[in-house]
């Protein structure tokens, strides 16, 4: 995980206005040089590229405006080696040269802009200012990945490191290993106090509509065991998008979205069945019987039965108990919004048989309430 010395480090680049004017012509380094200093950055000159490499090697420089036709190496190689060995510093080409061709290559080779003398102020200022602005972000946004990366890396490294421990103690009491479970699944869950019982309520919903569906009592009890490890991919979600009480950007809901496949990923591999099958639900629970689901957009019945299954059981949950951005909807209410997406979001015989079960839902709906027990069923 990110130490505060870390961060502190990282703040320090992202906030770093040193700029270096590497020109071999000393009055465009001192009409440049002075231009960027009137405006608040500090700044540093170099003749040619040895001179710029010892500069960077000294301290770390946030710009290089670098002219291109230098004696010795020129500007566009030393630019391309430059980024490769100081990632955190951006460059910006000058040049006598109004070419197309020229200019393409500068970009080409990762240069933010391209200016040709003689300029106008306003125009170096501009793209300077771009150049930071355009740096500041990819490297916020490559901070975030290697962030979430680390989260993802940690988390996952301490649940394999449990589920290892589970496939080594299949041989225990039945109960132990469904406990095993239970608490496996509430660490990627803990976080949310409103999903306290979710885990619960869903695997019997779960198991009801497989029995009710007419599967063996093994495979019904091996559904029931597997599906509270359908959300343990939000292990790797980020709190800040987990725990949002609004409405999710596009951007968070990718990121959110990515739960199905870390789930996956965390719990395939295994010979043992119980962890197959909870794959399998943790990978296909949010696709849609249209196809128009994620994370693969699996249509009908290519959806494996236990996902078709977890998917109505987990959105019936969703509707039927409170959450920071909904009341708890009454088990009428709730029926009502699913089969408007009978055929839809969901299978629609399996729907069917899910809402023929009023009287069980309502007993497994009560018994794991988050809060005291009551009935769903609306008052006349």
Same mark, same amino acid.
């Given at each position: 995980?990110?130490?505060?010395?870390d961060?502190?480090?990282?703040?320090?680049?992202?906030?770093?206005?040193?700029?270096?004017?590497?020109?071999?012509?000393?009055?465009?380094? /001192?009409?440049?040089?002075? +231009?960027?200093?009137?405006?608040?950055? $500090?700044?540093?000159?170099? @003749?040619? &590229?040895? *001179?710029? %490499?010892?500069?960077?090697?000294?301290?770390?420089?946030?710009?290089?405006?670098?002219?291109?036709?230098?004696?010795?190496?020129?500007g566009?190689?030393l630019?391309?080696?430059?980024?490769?060995?100081?990632?955190h510093?951006?460059?910006?080409?000058?040049?006598?040269?109004?070419?197309?061709?020229?200019?393409?290559?500068?970009l080409?080779?990762?240069?933010?802009?391209?200016?040709?003398?003689?300029?106008?102020?306003?125009?170096?200022l501009?793209?300077?200012?771009?150049?930071?602005?355009?740096?500041?972000?990819?490297?916020?946004n490559?901070?975030?990945?290697?962030?979430?990366?680390?989260?993802?890396r940690?988390?996952?490294?301490?649940?394999?490191?449990?589920?290892?421990?589970?496939? /080594?103690?299949?041989?225990? +009491?039945?109960?132990?290993?469904?406990? $095993?479970?239970?608490?496996? @699944?509430? &660490?990627? *869950?803990? %976080?949310?106090?409103?999903?306290?019982?979710?885990?619960?309520?869903?695997?019997?919903?779960?198991?009801?509509?497989?029995?009710?569906?007419?599967m063996?009592?093994?495979?019904?009890?091996?559904?029931?065991?597997?599906?509270?490890?359908?959300?343990?991919?939000?292990?790797?979600?980020?709190?800040?998008?987990?725990?949002?009480?609004?409405?999710?950007?596009?951007e968070?809901?990718?990121?959110?979205?990515?739960?199905?496949?870390?789930?996956?990923?965390?719990?395939?591999?295994?010979?043992?069945?119980?962890?197959?099958?909870?794959?399998?639900?943790?990978?296909?629970?949010?696709?849609?019987?249209?196809?128009?689901?994620?994370?693969?957009?699996?249509?009908?019945?290519?959806?494996?039965?236990?996902?078709?299954?977890a998917?109505?059981?987990?959105?019936?949950?969703?509707?039927?108990?409170?959450?920071?951005?909904?009341?708890?909807?009454?088990?009428?209410?709730?029926?009502?919004?699913?089969?408007?997406?009978?055929?839809?979001h969901f299978?629609?015989?399996?729907?069917?048989?899910?809402?023929a079960?009023?009287d069980?839902?309502?007993?497994?709906?009560?018994?794991?309430?988050?809060r005291?027990?009551?009935?769903?069923?609306?008052?006349?």
């Open positions: 995980m990110q130490t505060l010395r961060r502190t480090t990282h703040q320090a680049l992202l906030d770093n206005r040193n700029i270096l004017v590497v020109d071999d012509e000393e009055p465009i380094r /001192r009409l440049i040089g002075y +231009l960027l200093q009137t405006h608040g950055y $500090t700044v540093d000159f170099a @003749a040619d &590229a040895r *001179e710029a %490499r010892e500069k960077l090697d000294e301290q770390p420089f946030a710009l290089m405006l670098c002219d291109v036709n230098m004696p010795g190496e020129s566009m190689d630019v391309r080696n430059i980024l490769a060995e100081h990632p510093t951006a460059a910006i080409m000058v040049t006598g040269l109004d070419s197309s061709v020229l200019a393409n290559a500068a080409d080779v990762g240069a933010f802009g391209y200016i040709i003398k003689p300029f106008e102020s306003n125009e170096v501009i793209d300077v200012a771009n150049a930071l602005r355009r740096r500041r972000l990819e490297m916020e490559r901070l975030h990945r290697e962030n979430l990366e680390d989260v993802v940690t988390r996952t490294v301490a649940l394999q490191q449990a589920l290892d421990w589970l496939e /080594r103690s299949e041989k225990e +009491l039945r109960l132990s290993r469904e406990e $095993t479970i239970q608490r496996l @699944a509430i &660490a990627a *869950e803990f %976080r949310d106090s409103s999903t306290a019982q979710h885990i619960q309520r869903m695997s019997h919903y779960c198991e009801l509509l497989a029995r009710k569906s007419g063996s009592p093994e495979r019904c009890d091996l559904i029931r065991t597997a599906s509270p490890m359908h959300d343990i991919g939000k292990i790797g979600t980020p709190d800040h998008v987990l725990l949002k009480p609004g409405k999710f950007t596009q968070e809901f990718n990121v959110i979205a990515q739960h199905a496949e870390i789930g996956y990923r965390i719990l395939s591999g295994s010979d043992a069945e119980l962890l197959k099958v909870a794959a399998v639900i943790a990978w296909t629970h949010h696709e849609r019987f249209d196809g128009s689901g994620y994370p693969r957009g699996l249509k009908g019945e290519a959806i494996p039965v236990e996902g078709r299954i998917s109505i059981a987990d959105a019936f949950d969703a509707l039927t108990t409170q959450r920071v951005y909904k009341p708890a909807f009454d088990l009428c209410h709730a029926f009502e919004l699913m089969l408007k997406h009978r055929g839809k299978d629609p015989e399996l729907l069917d048989v899910f809402i079960s009023t069980e839902l309502t007993r497994i709906h009560d018994q794991y309430a988050d005291s027990p009551r009935s769903m069923i609306p008052e006349s």
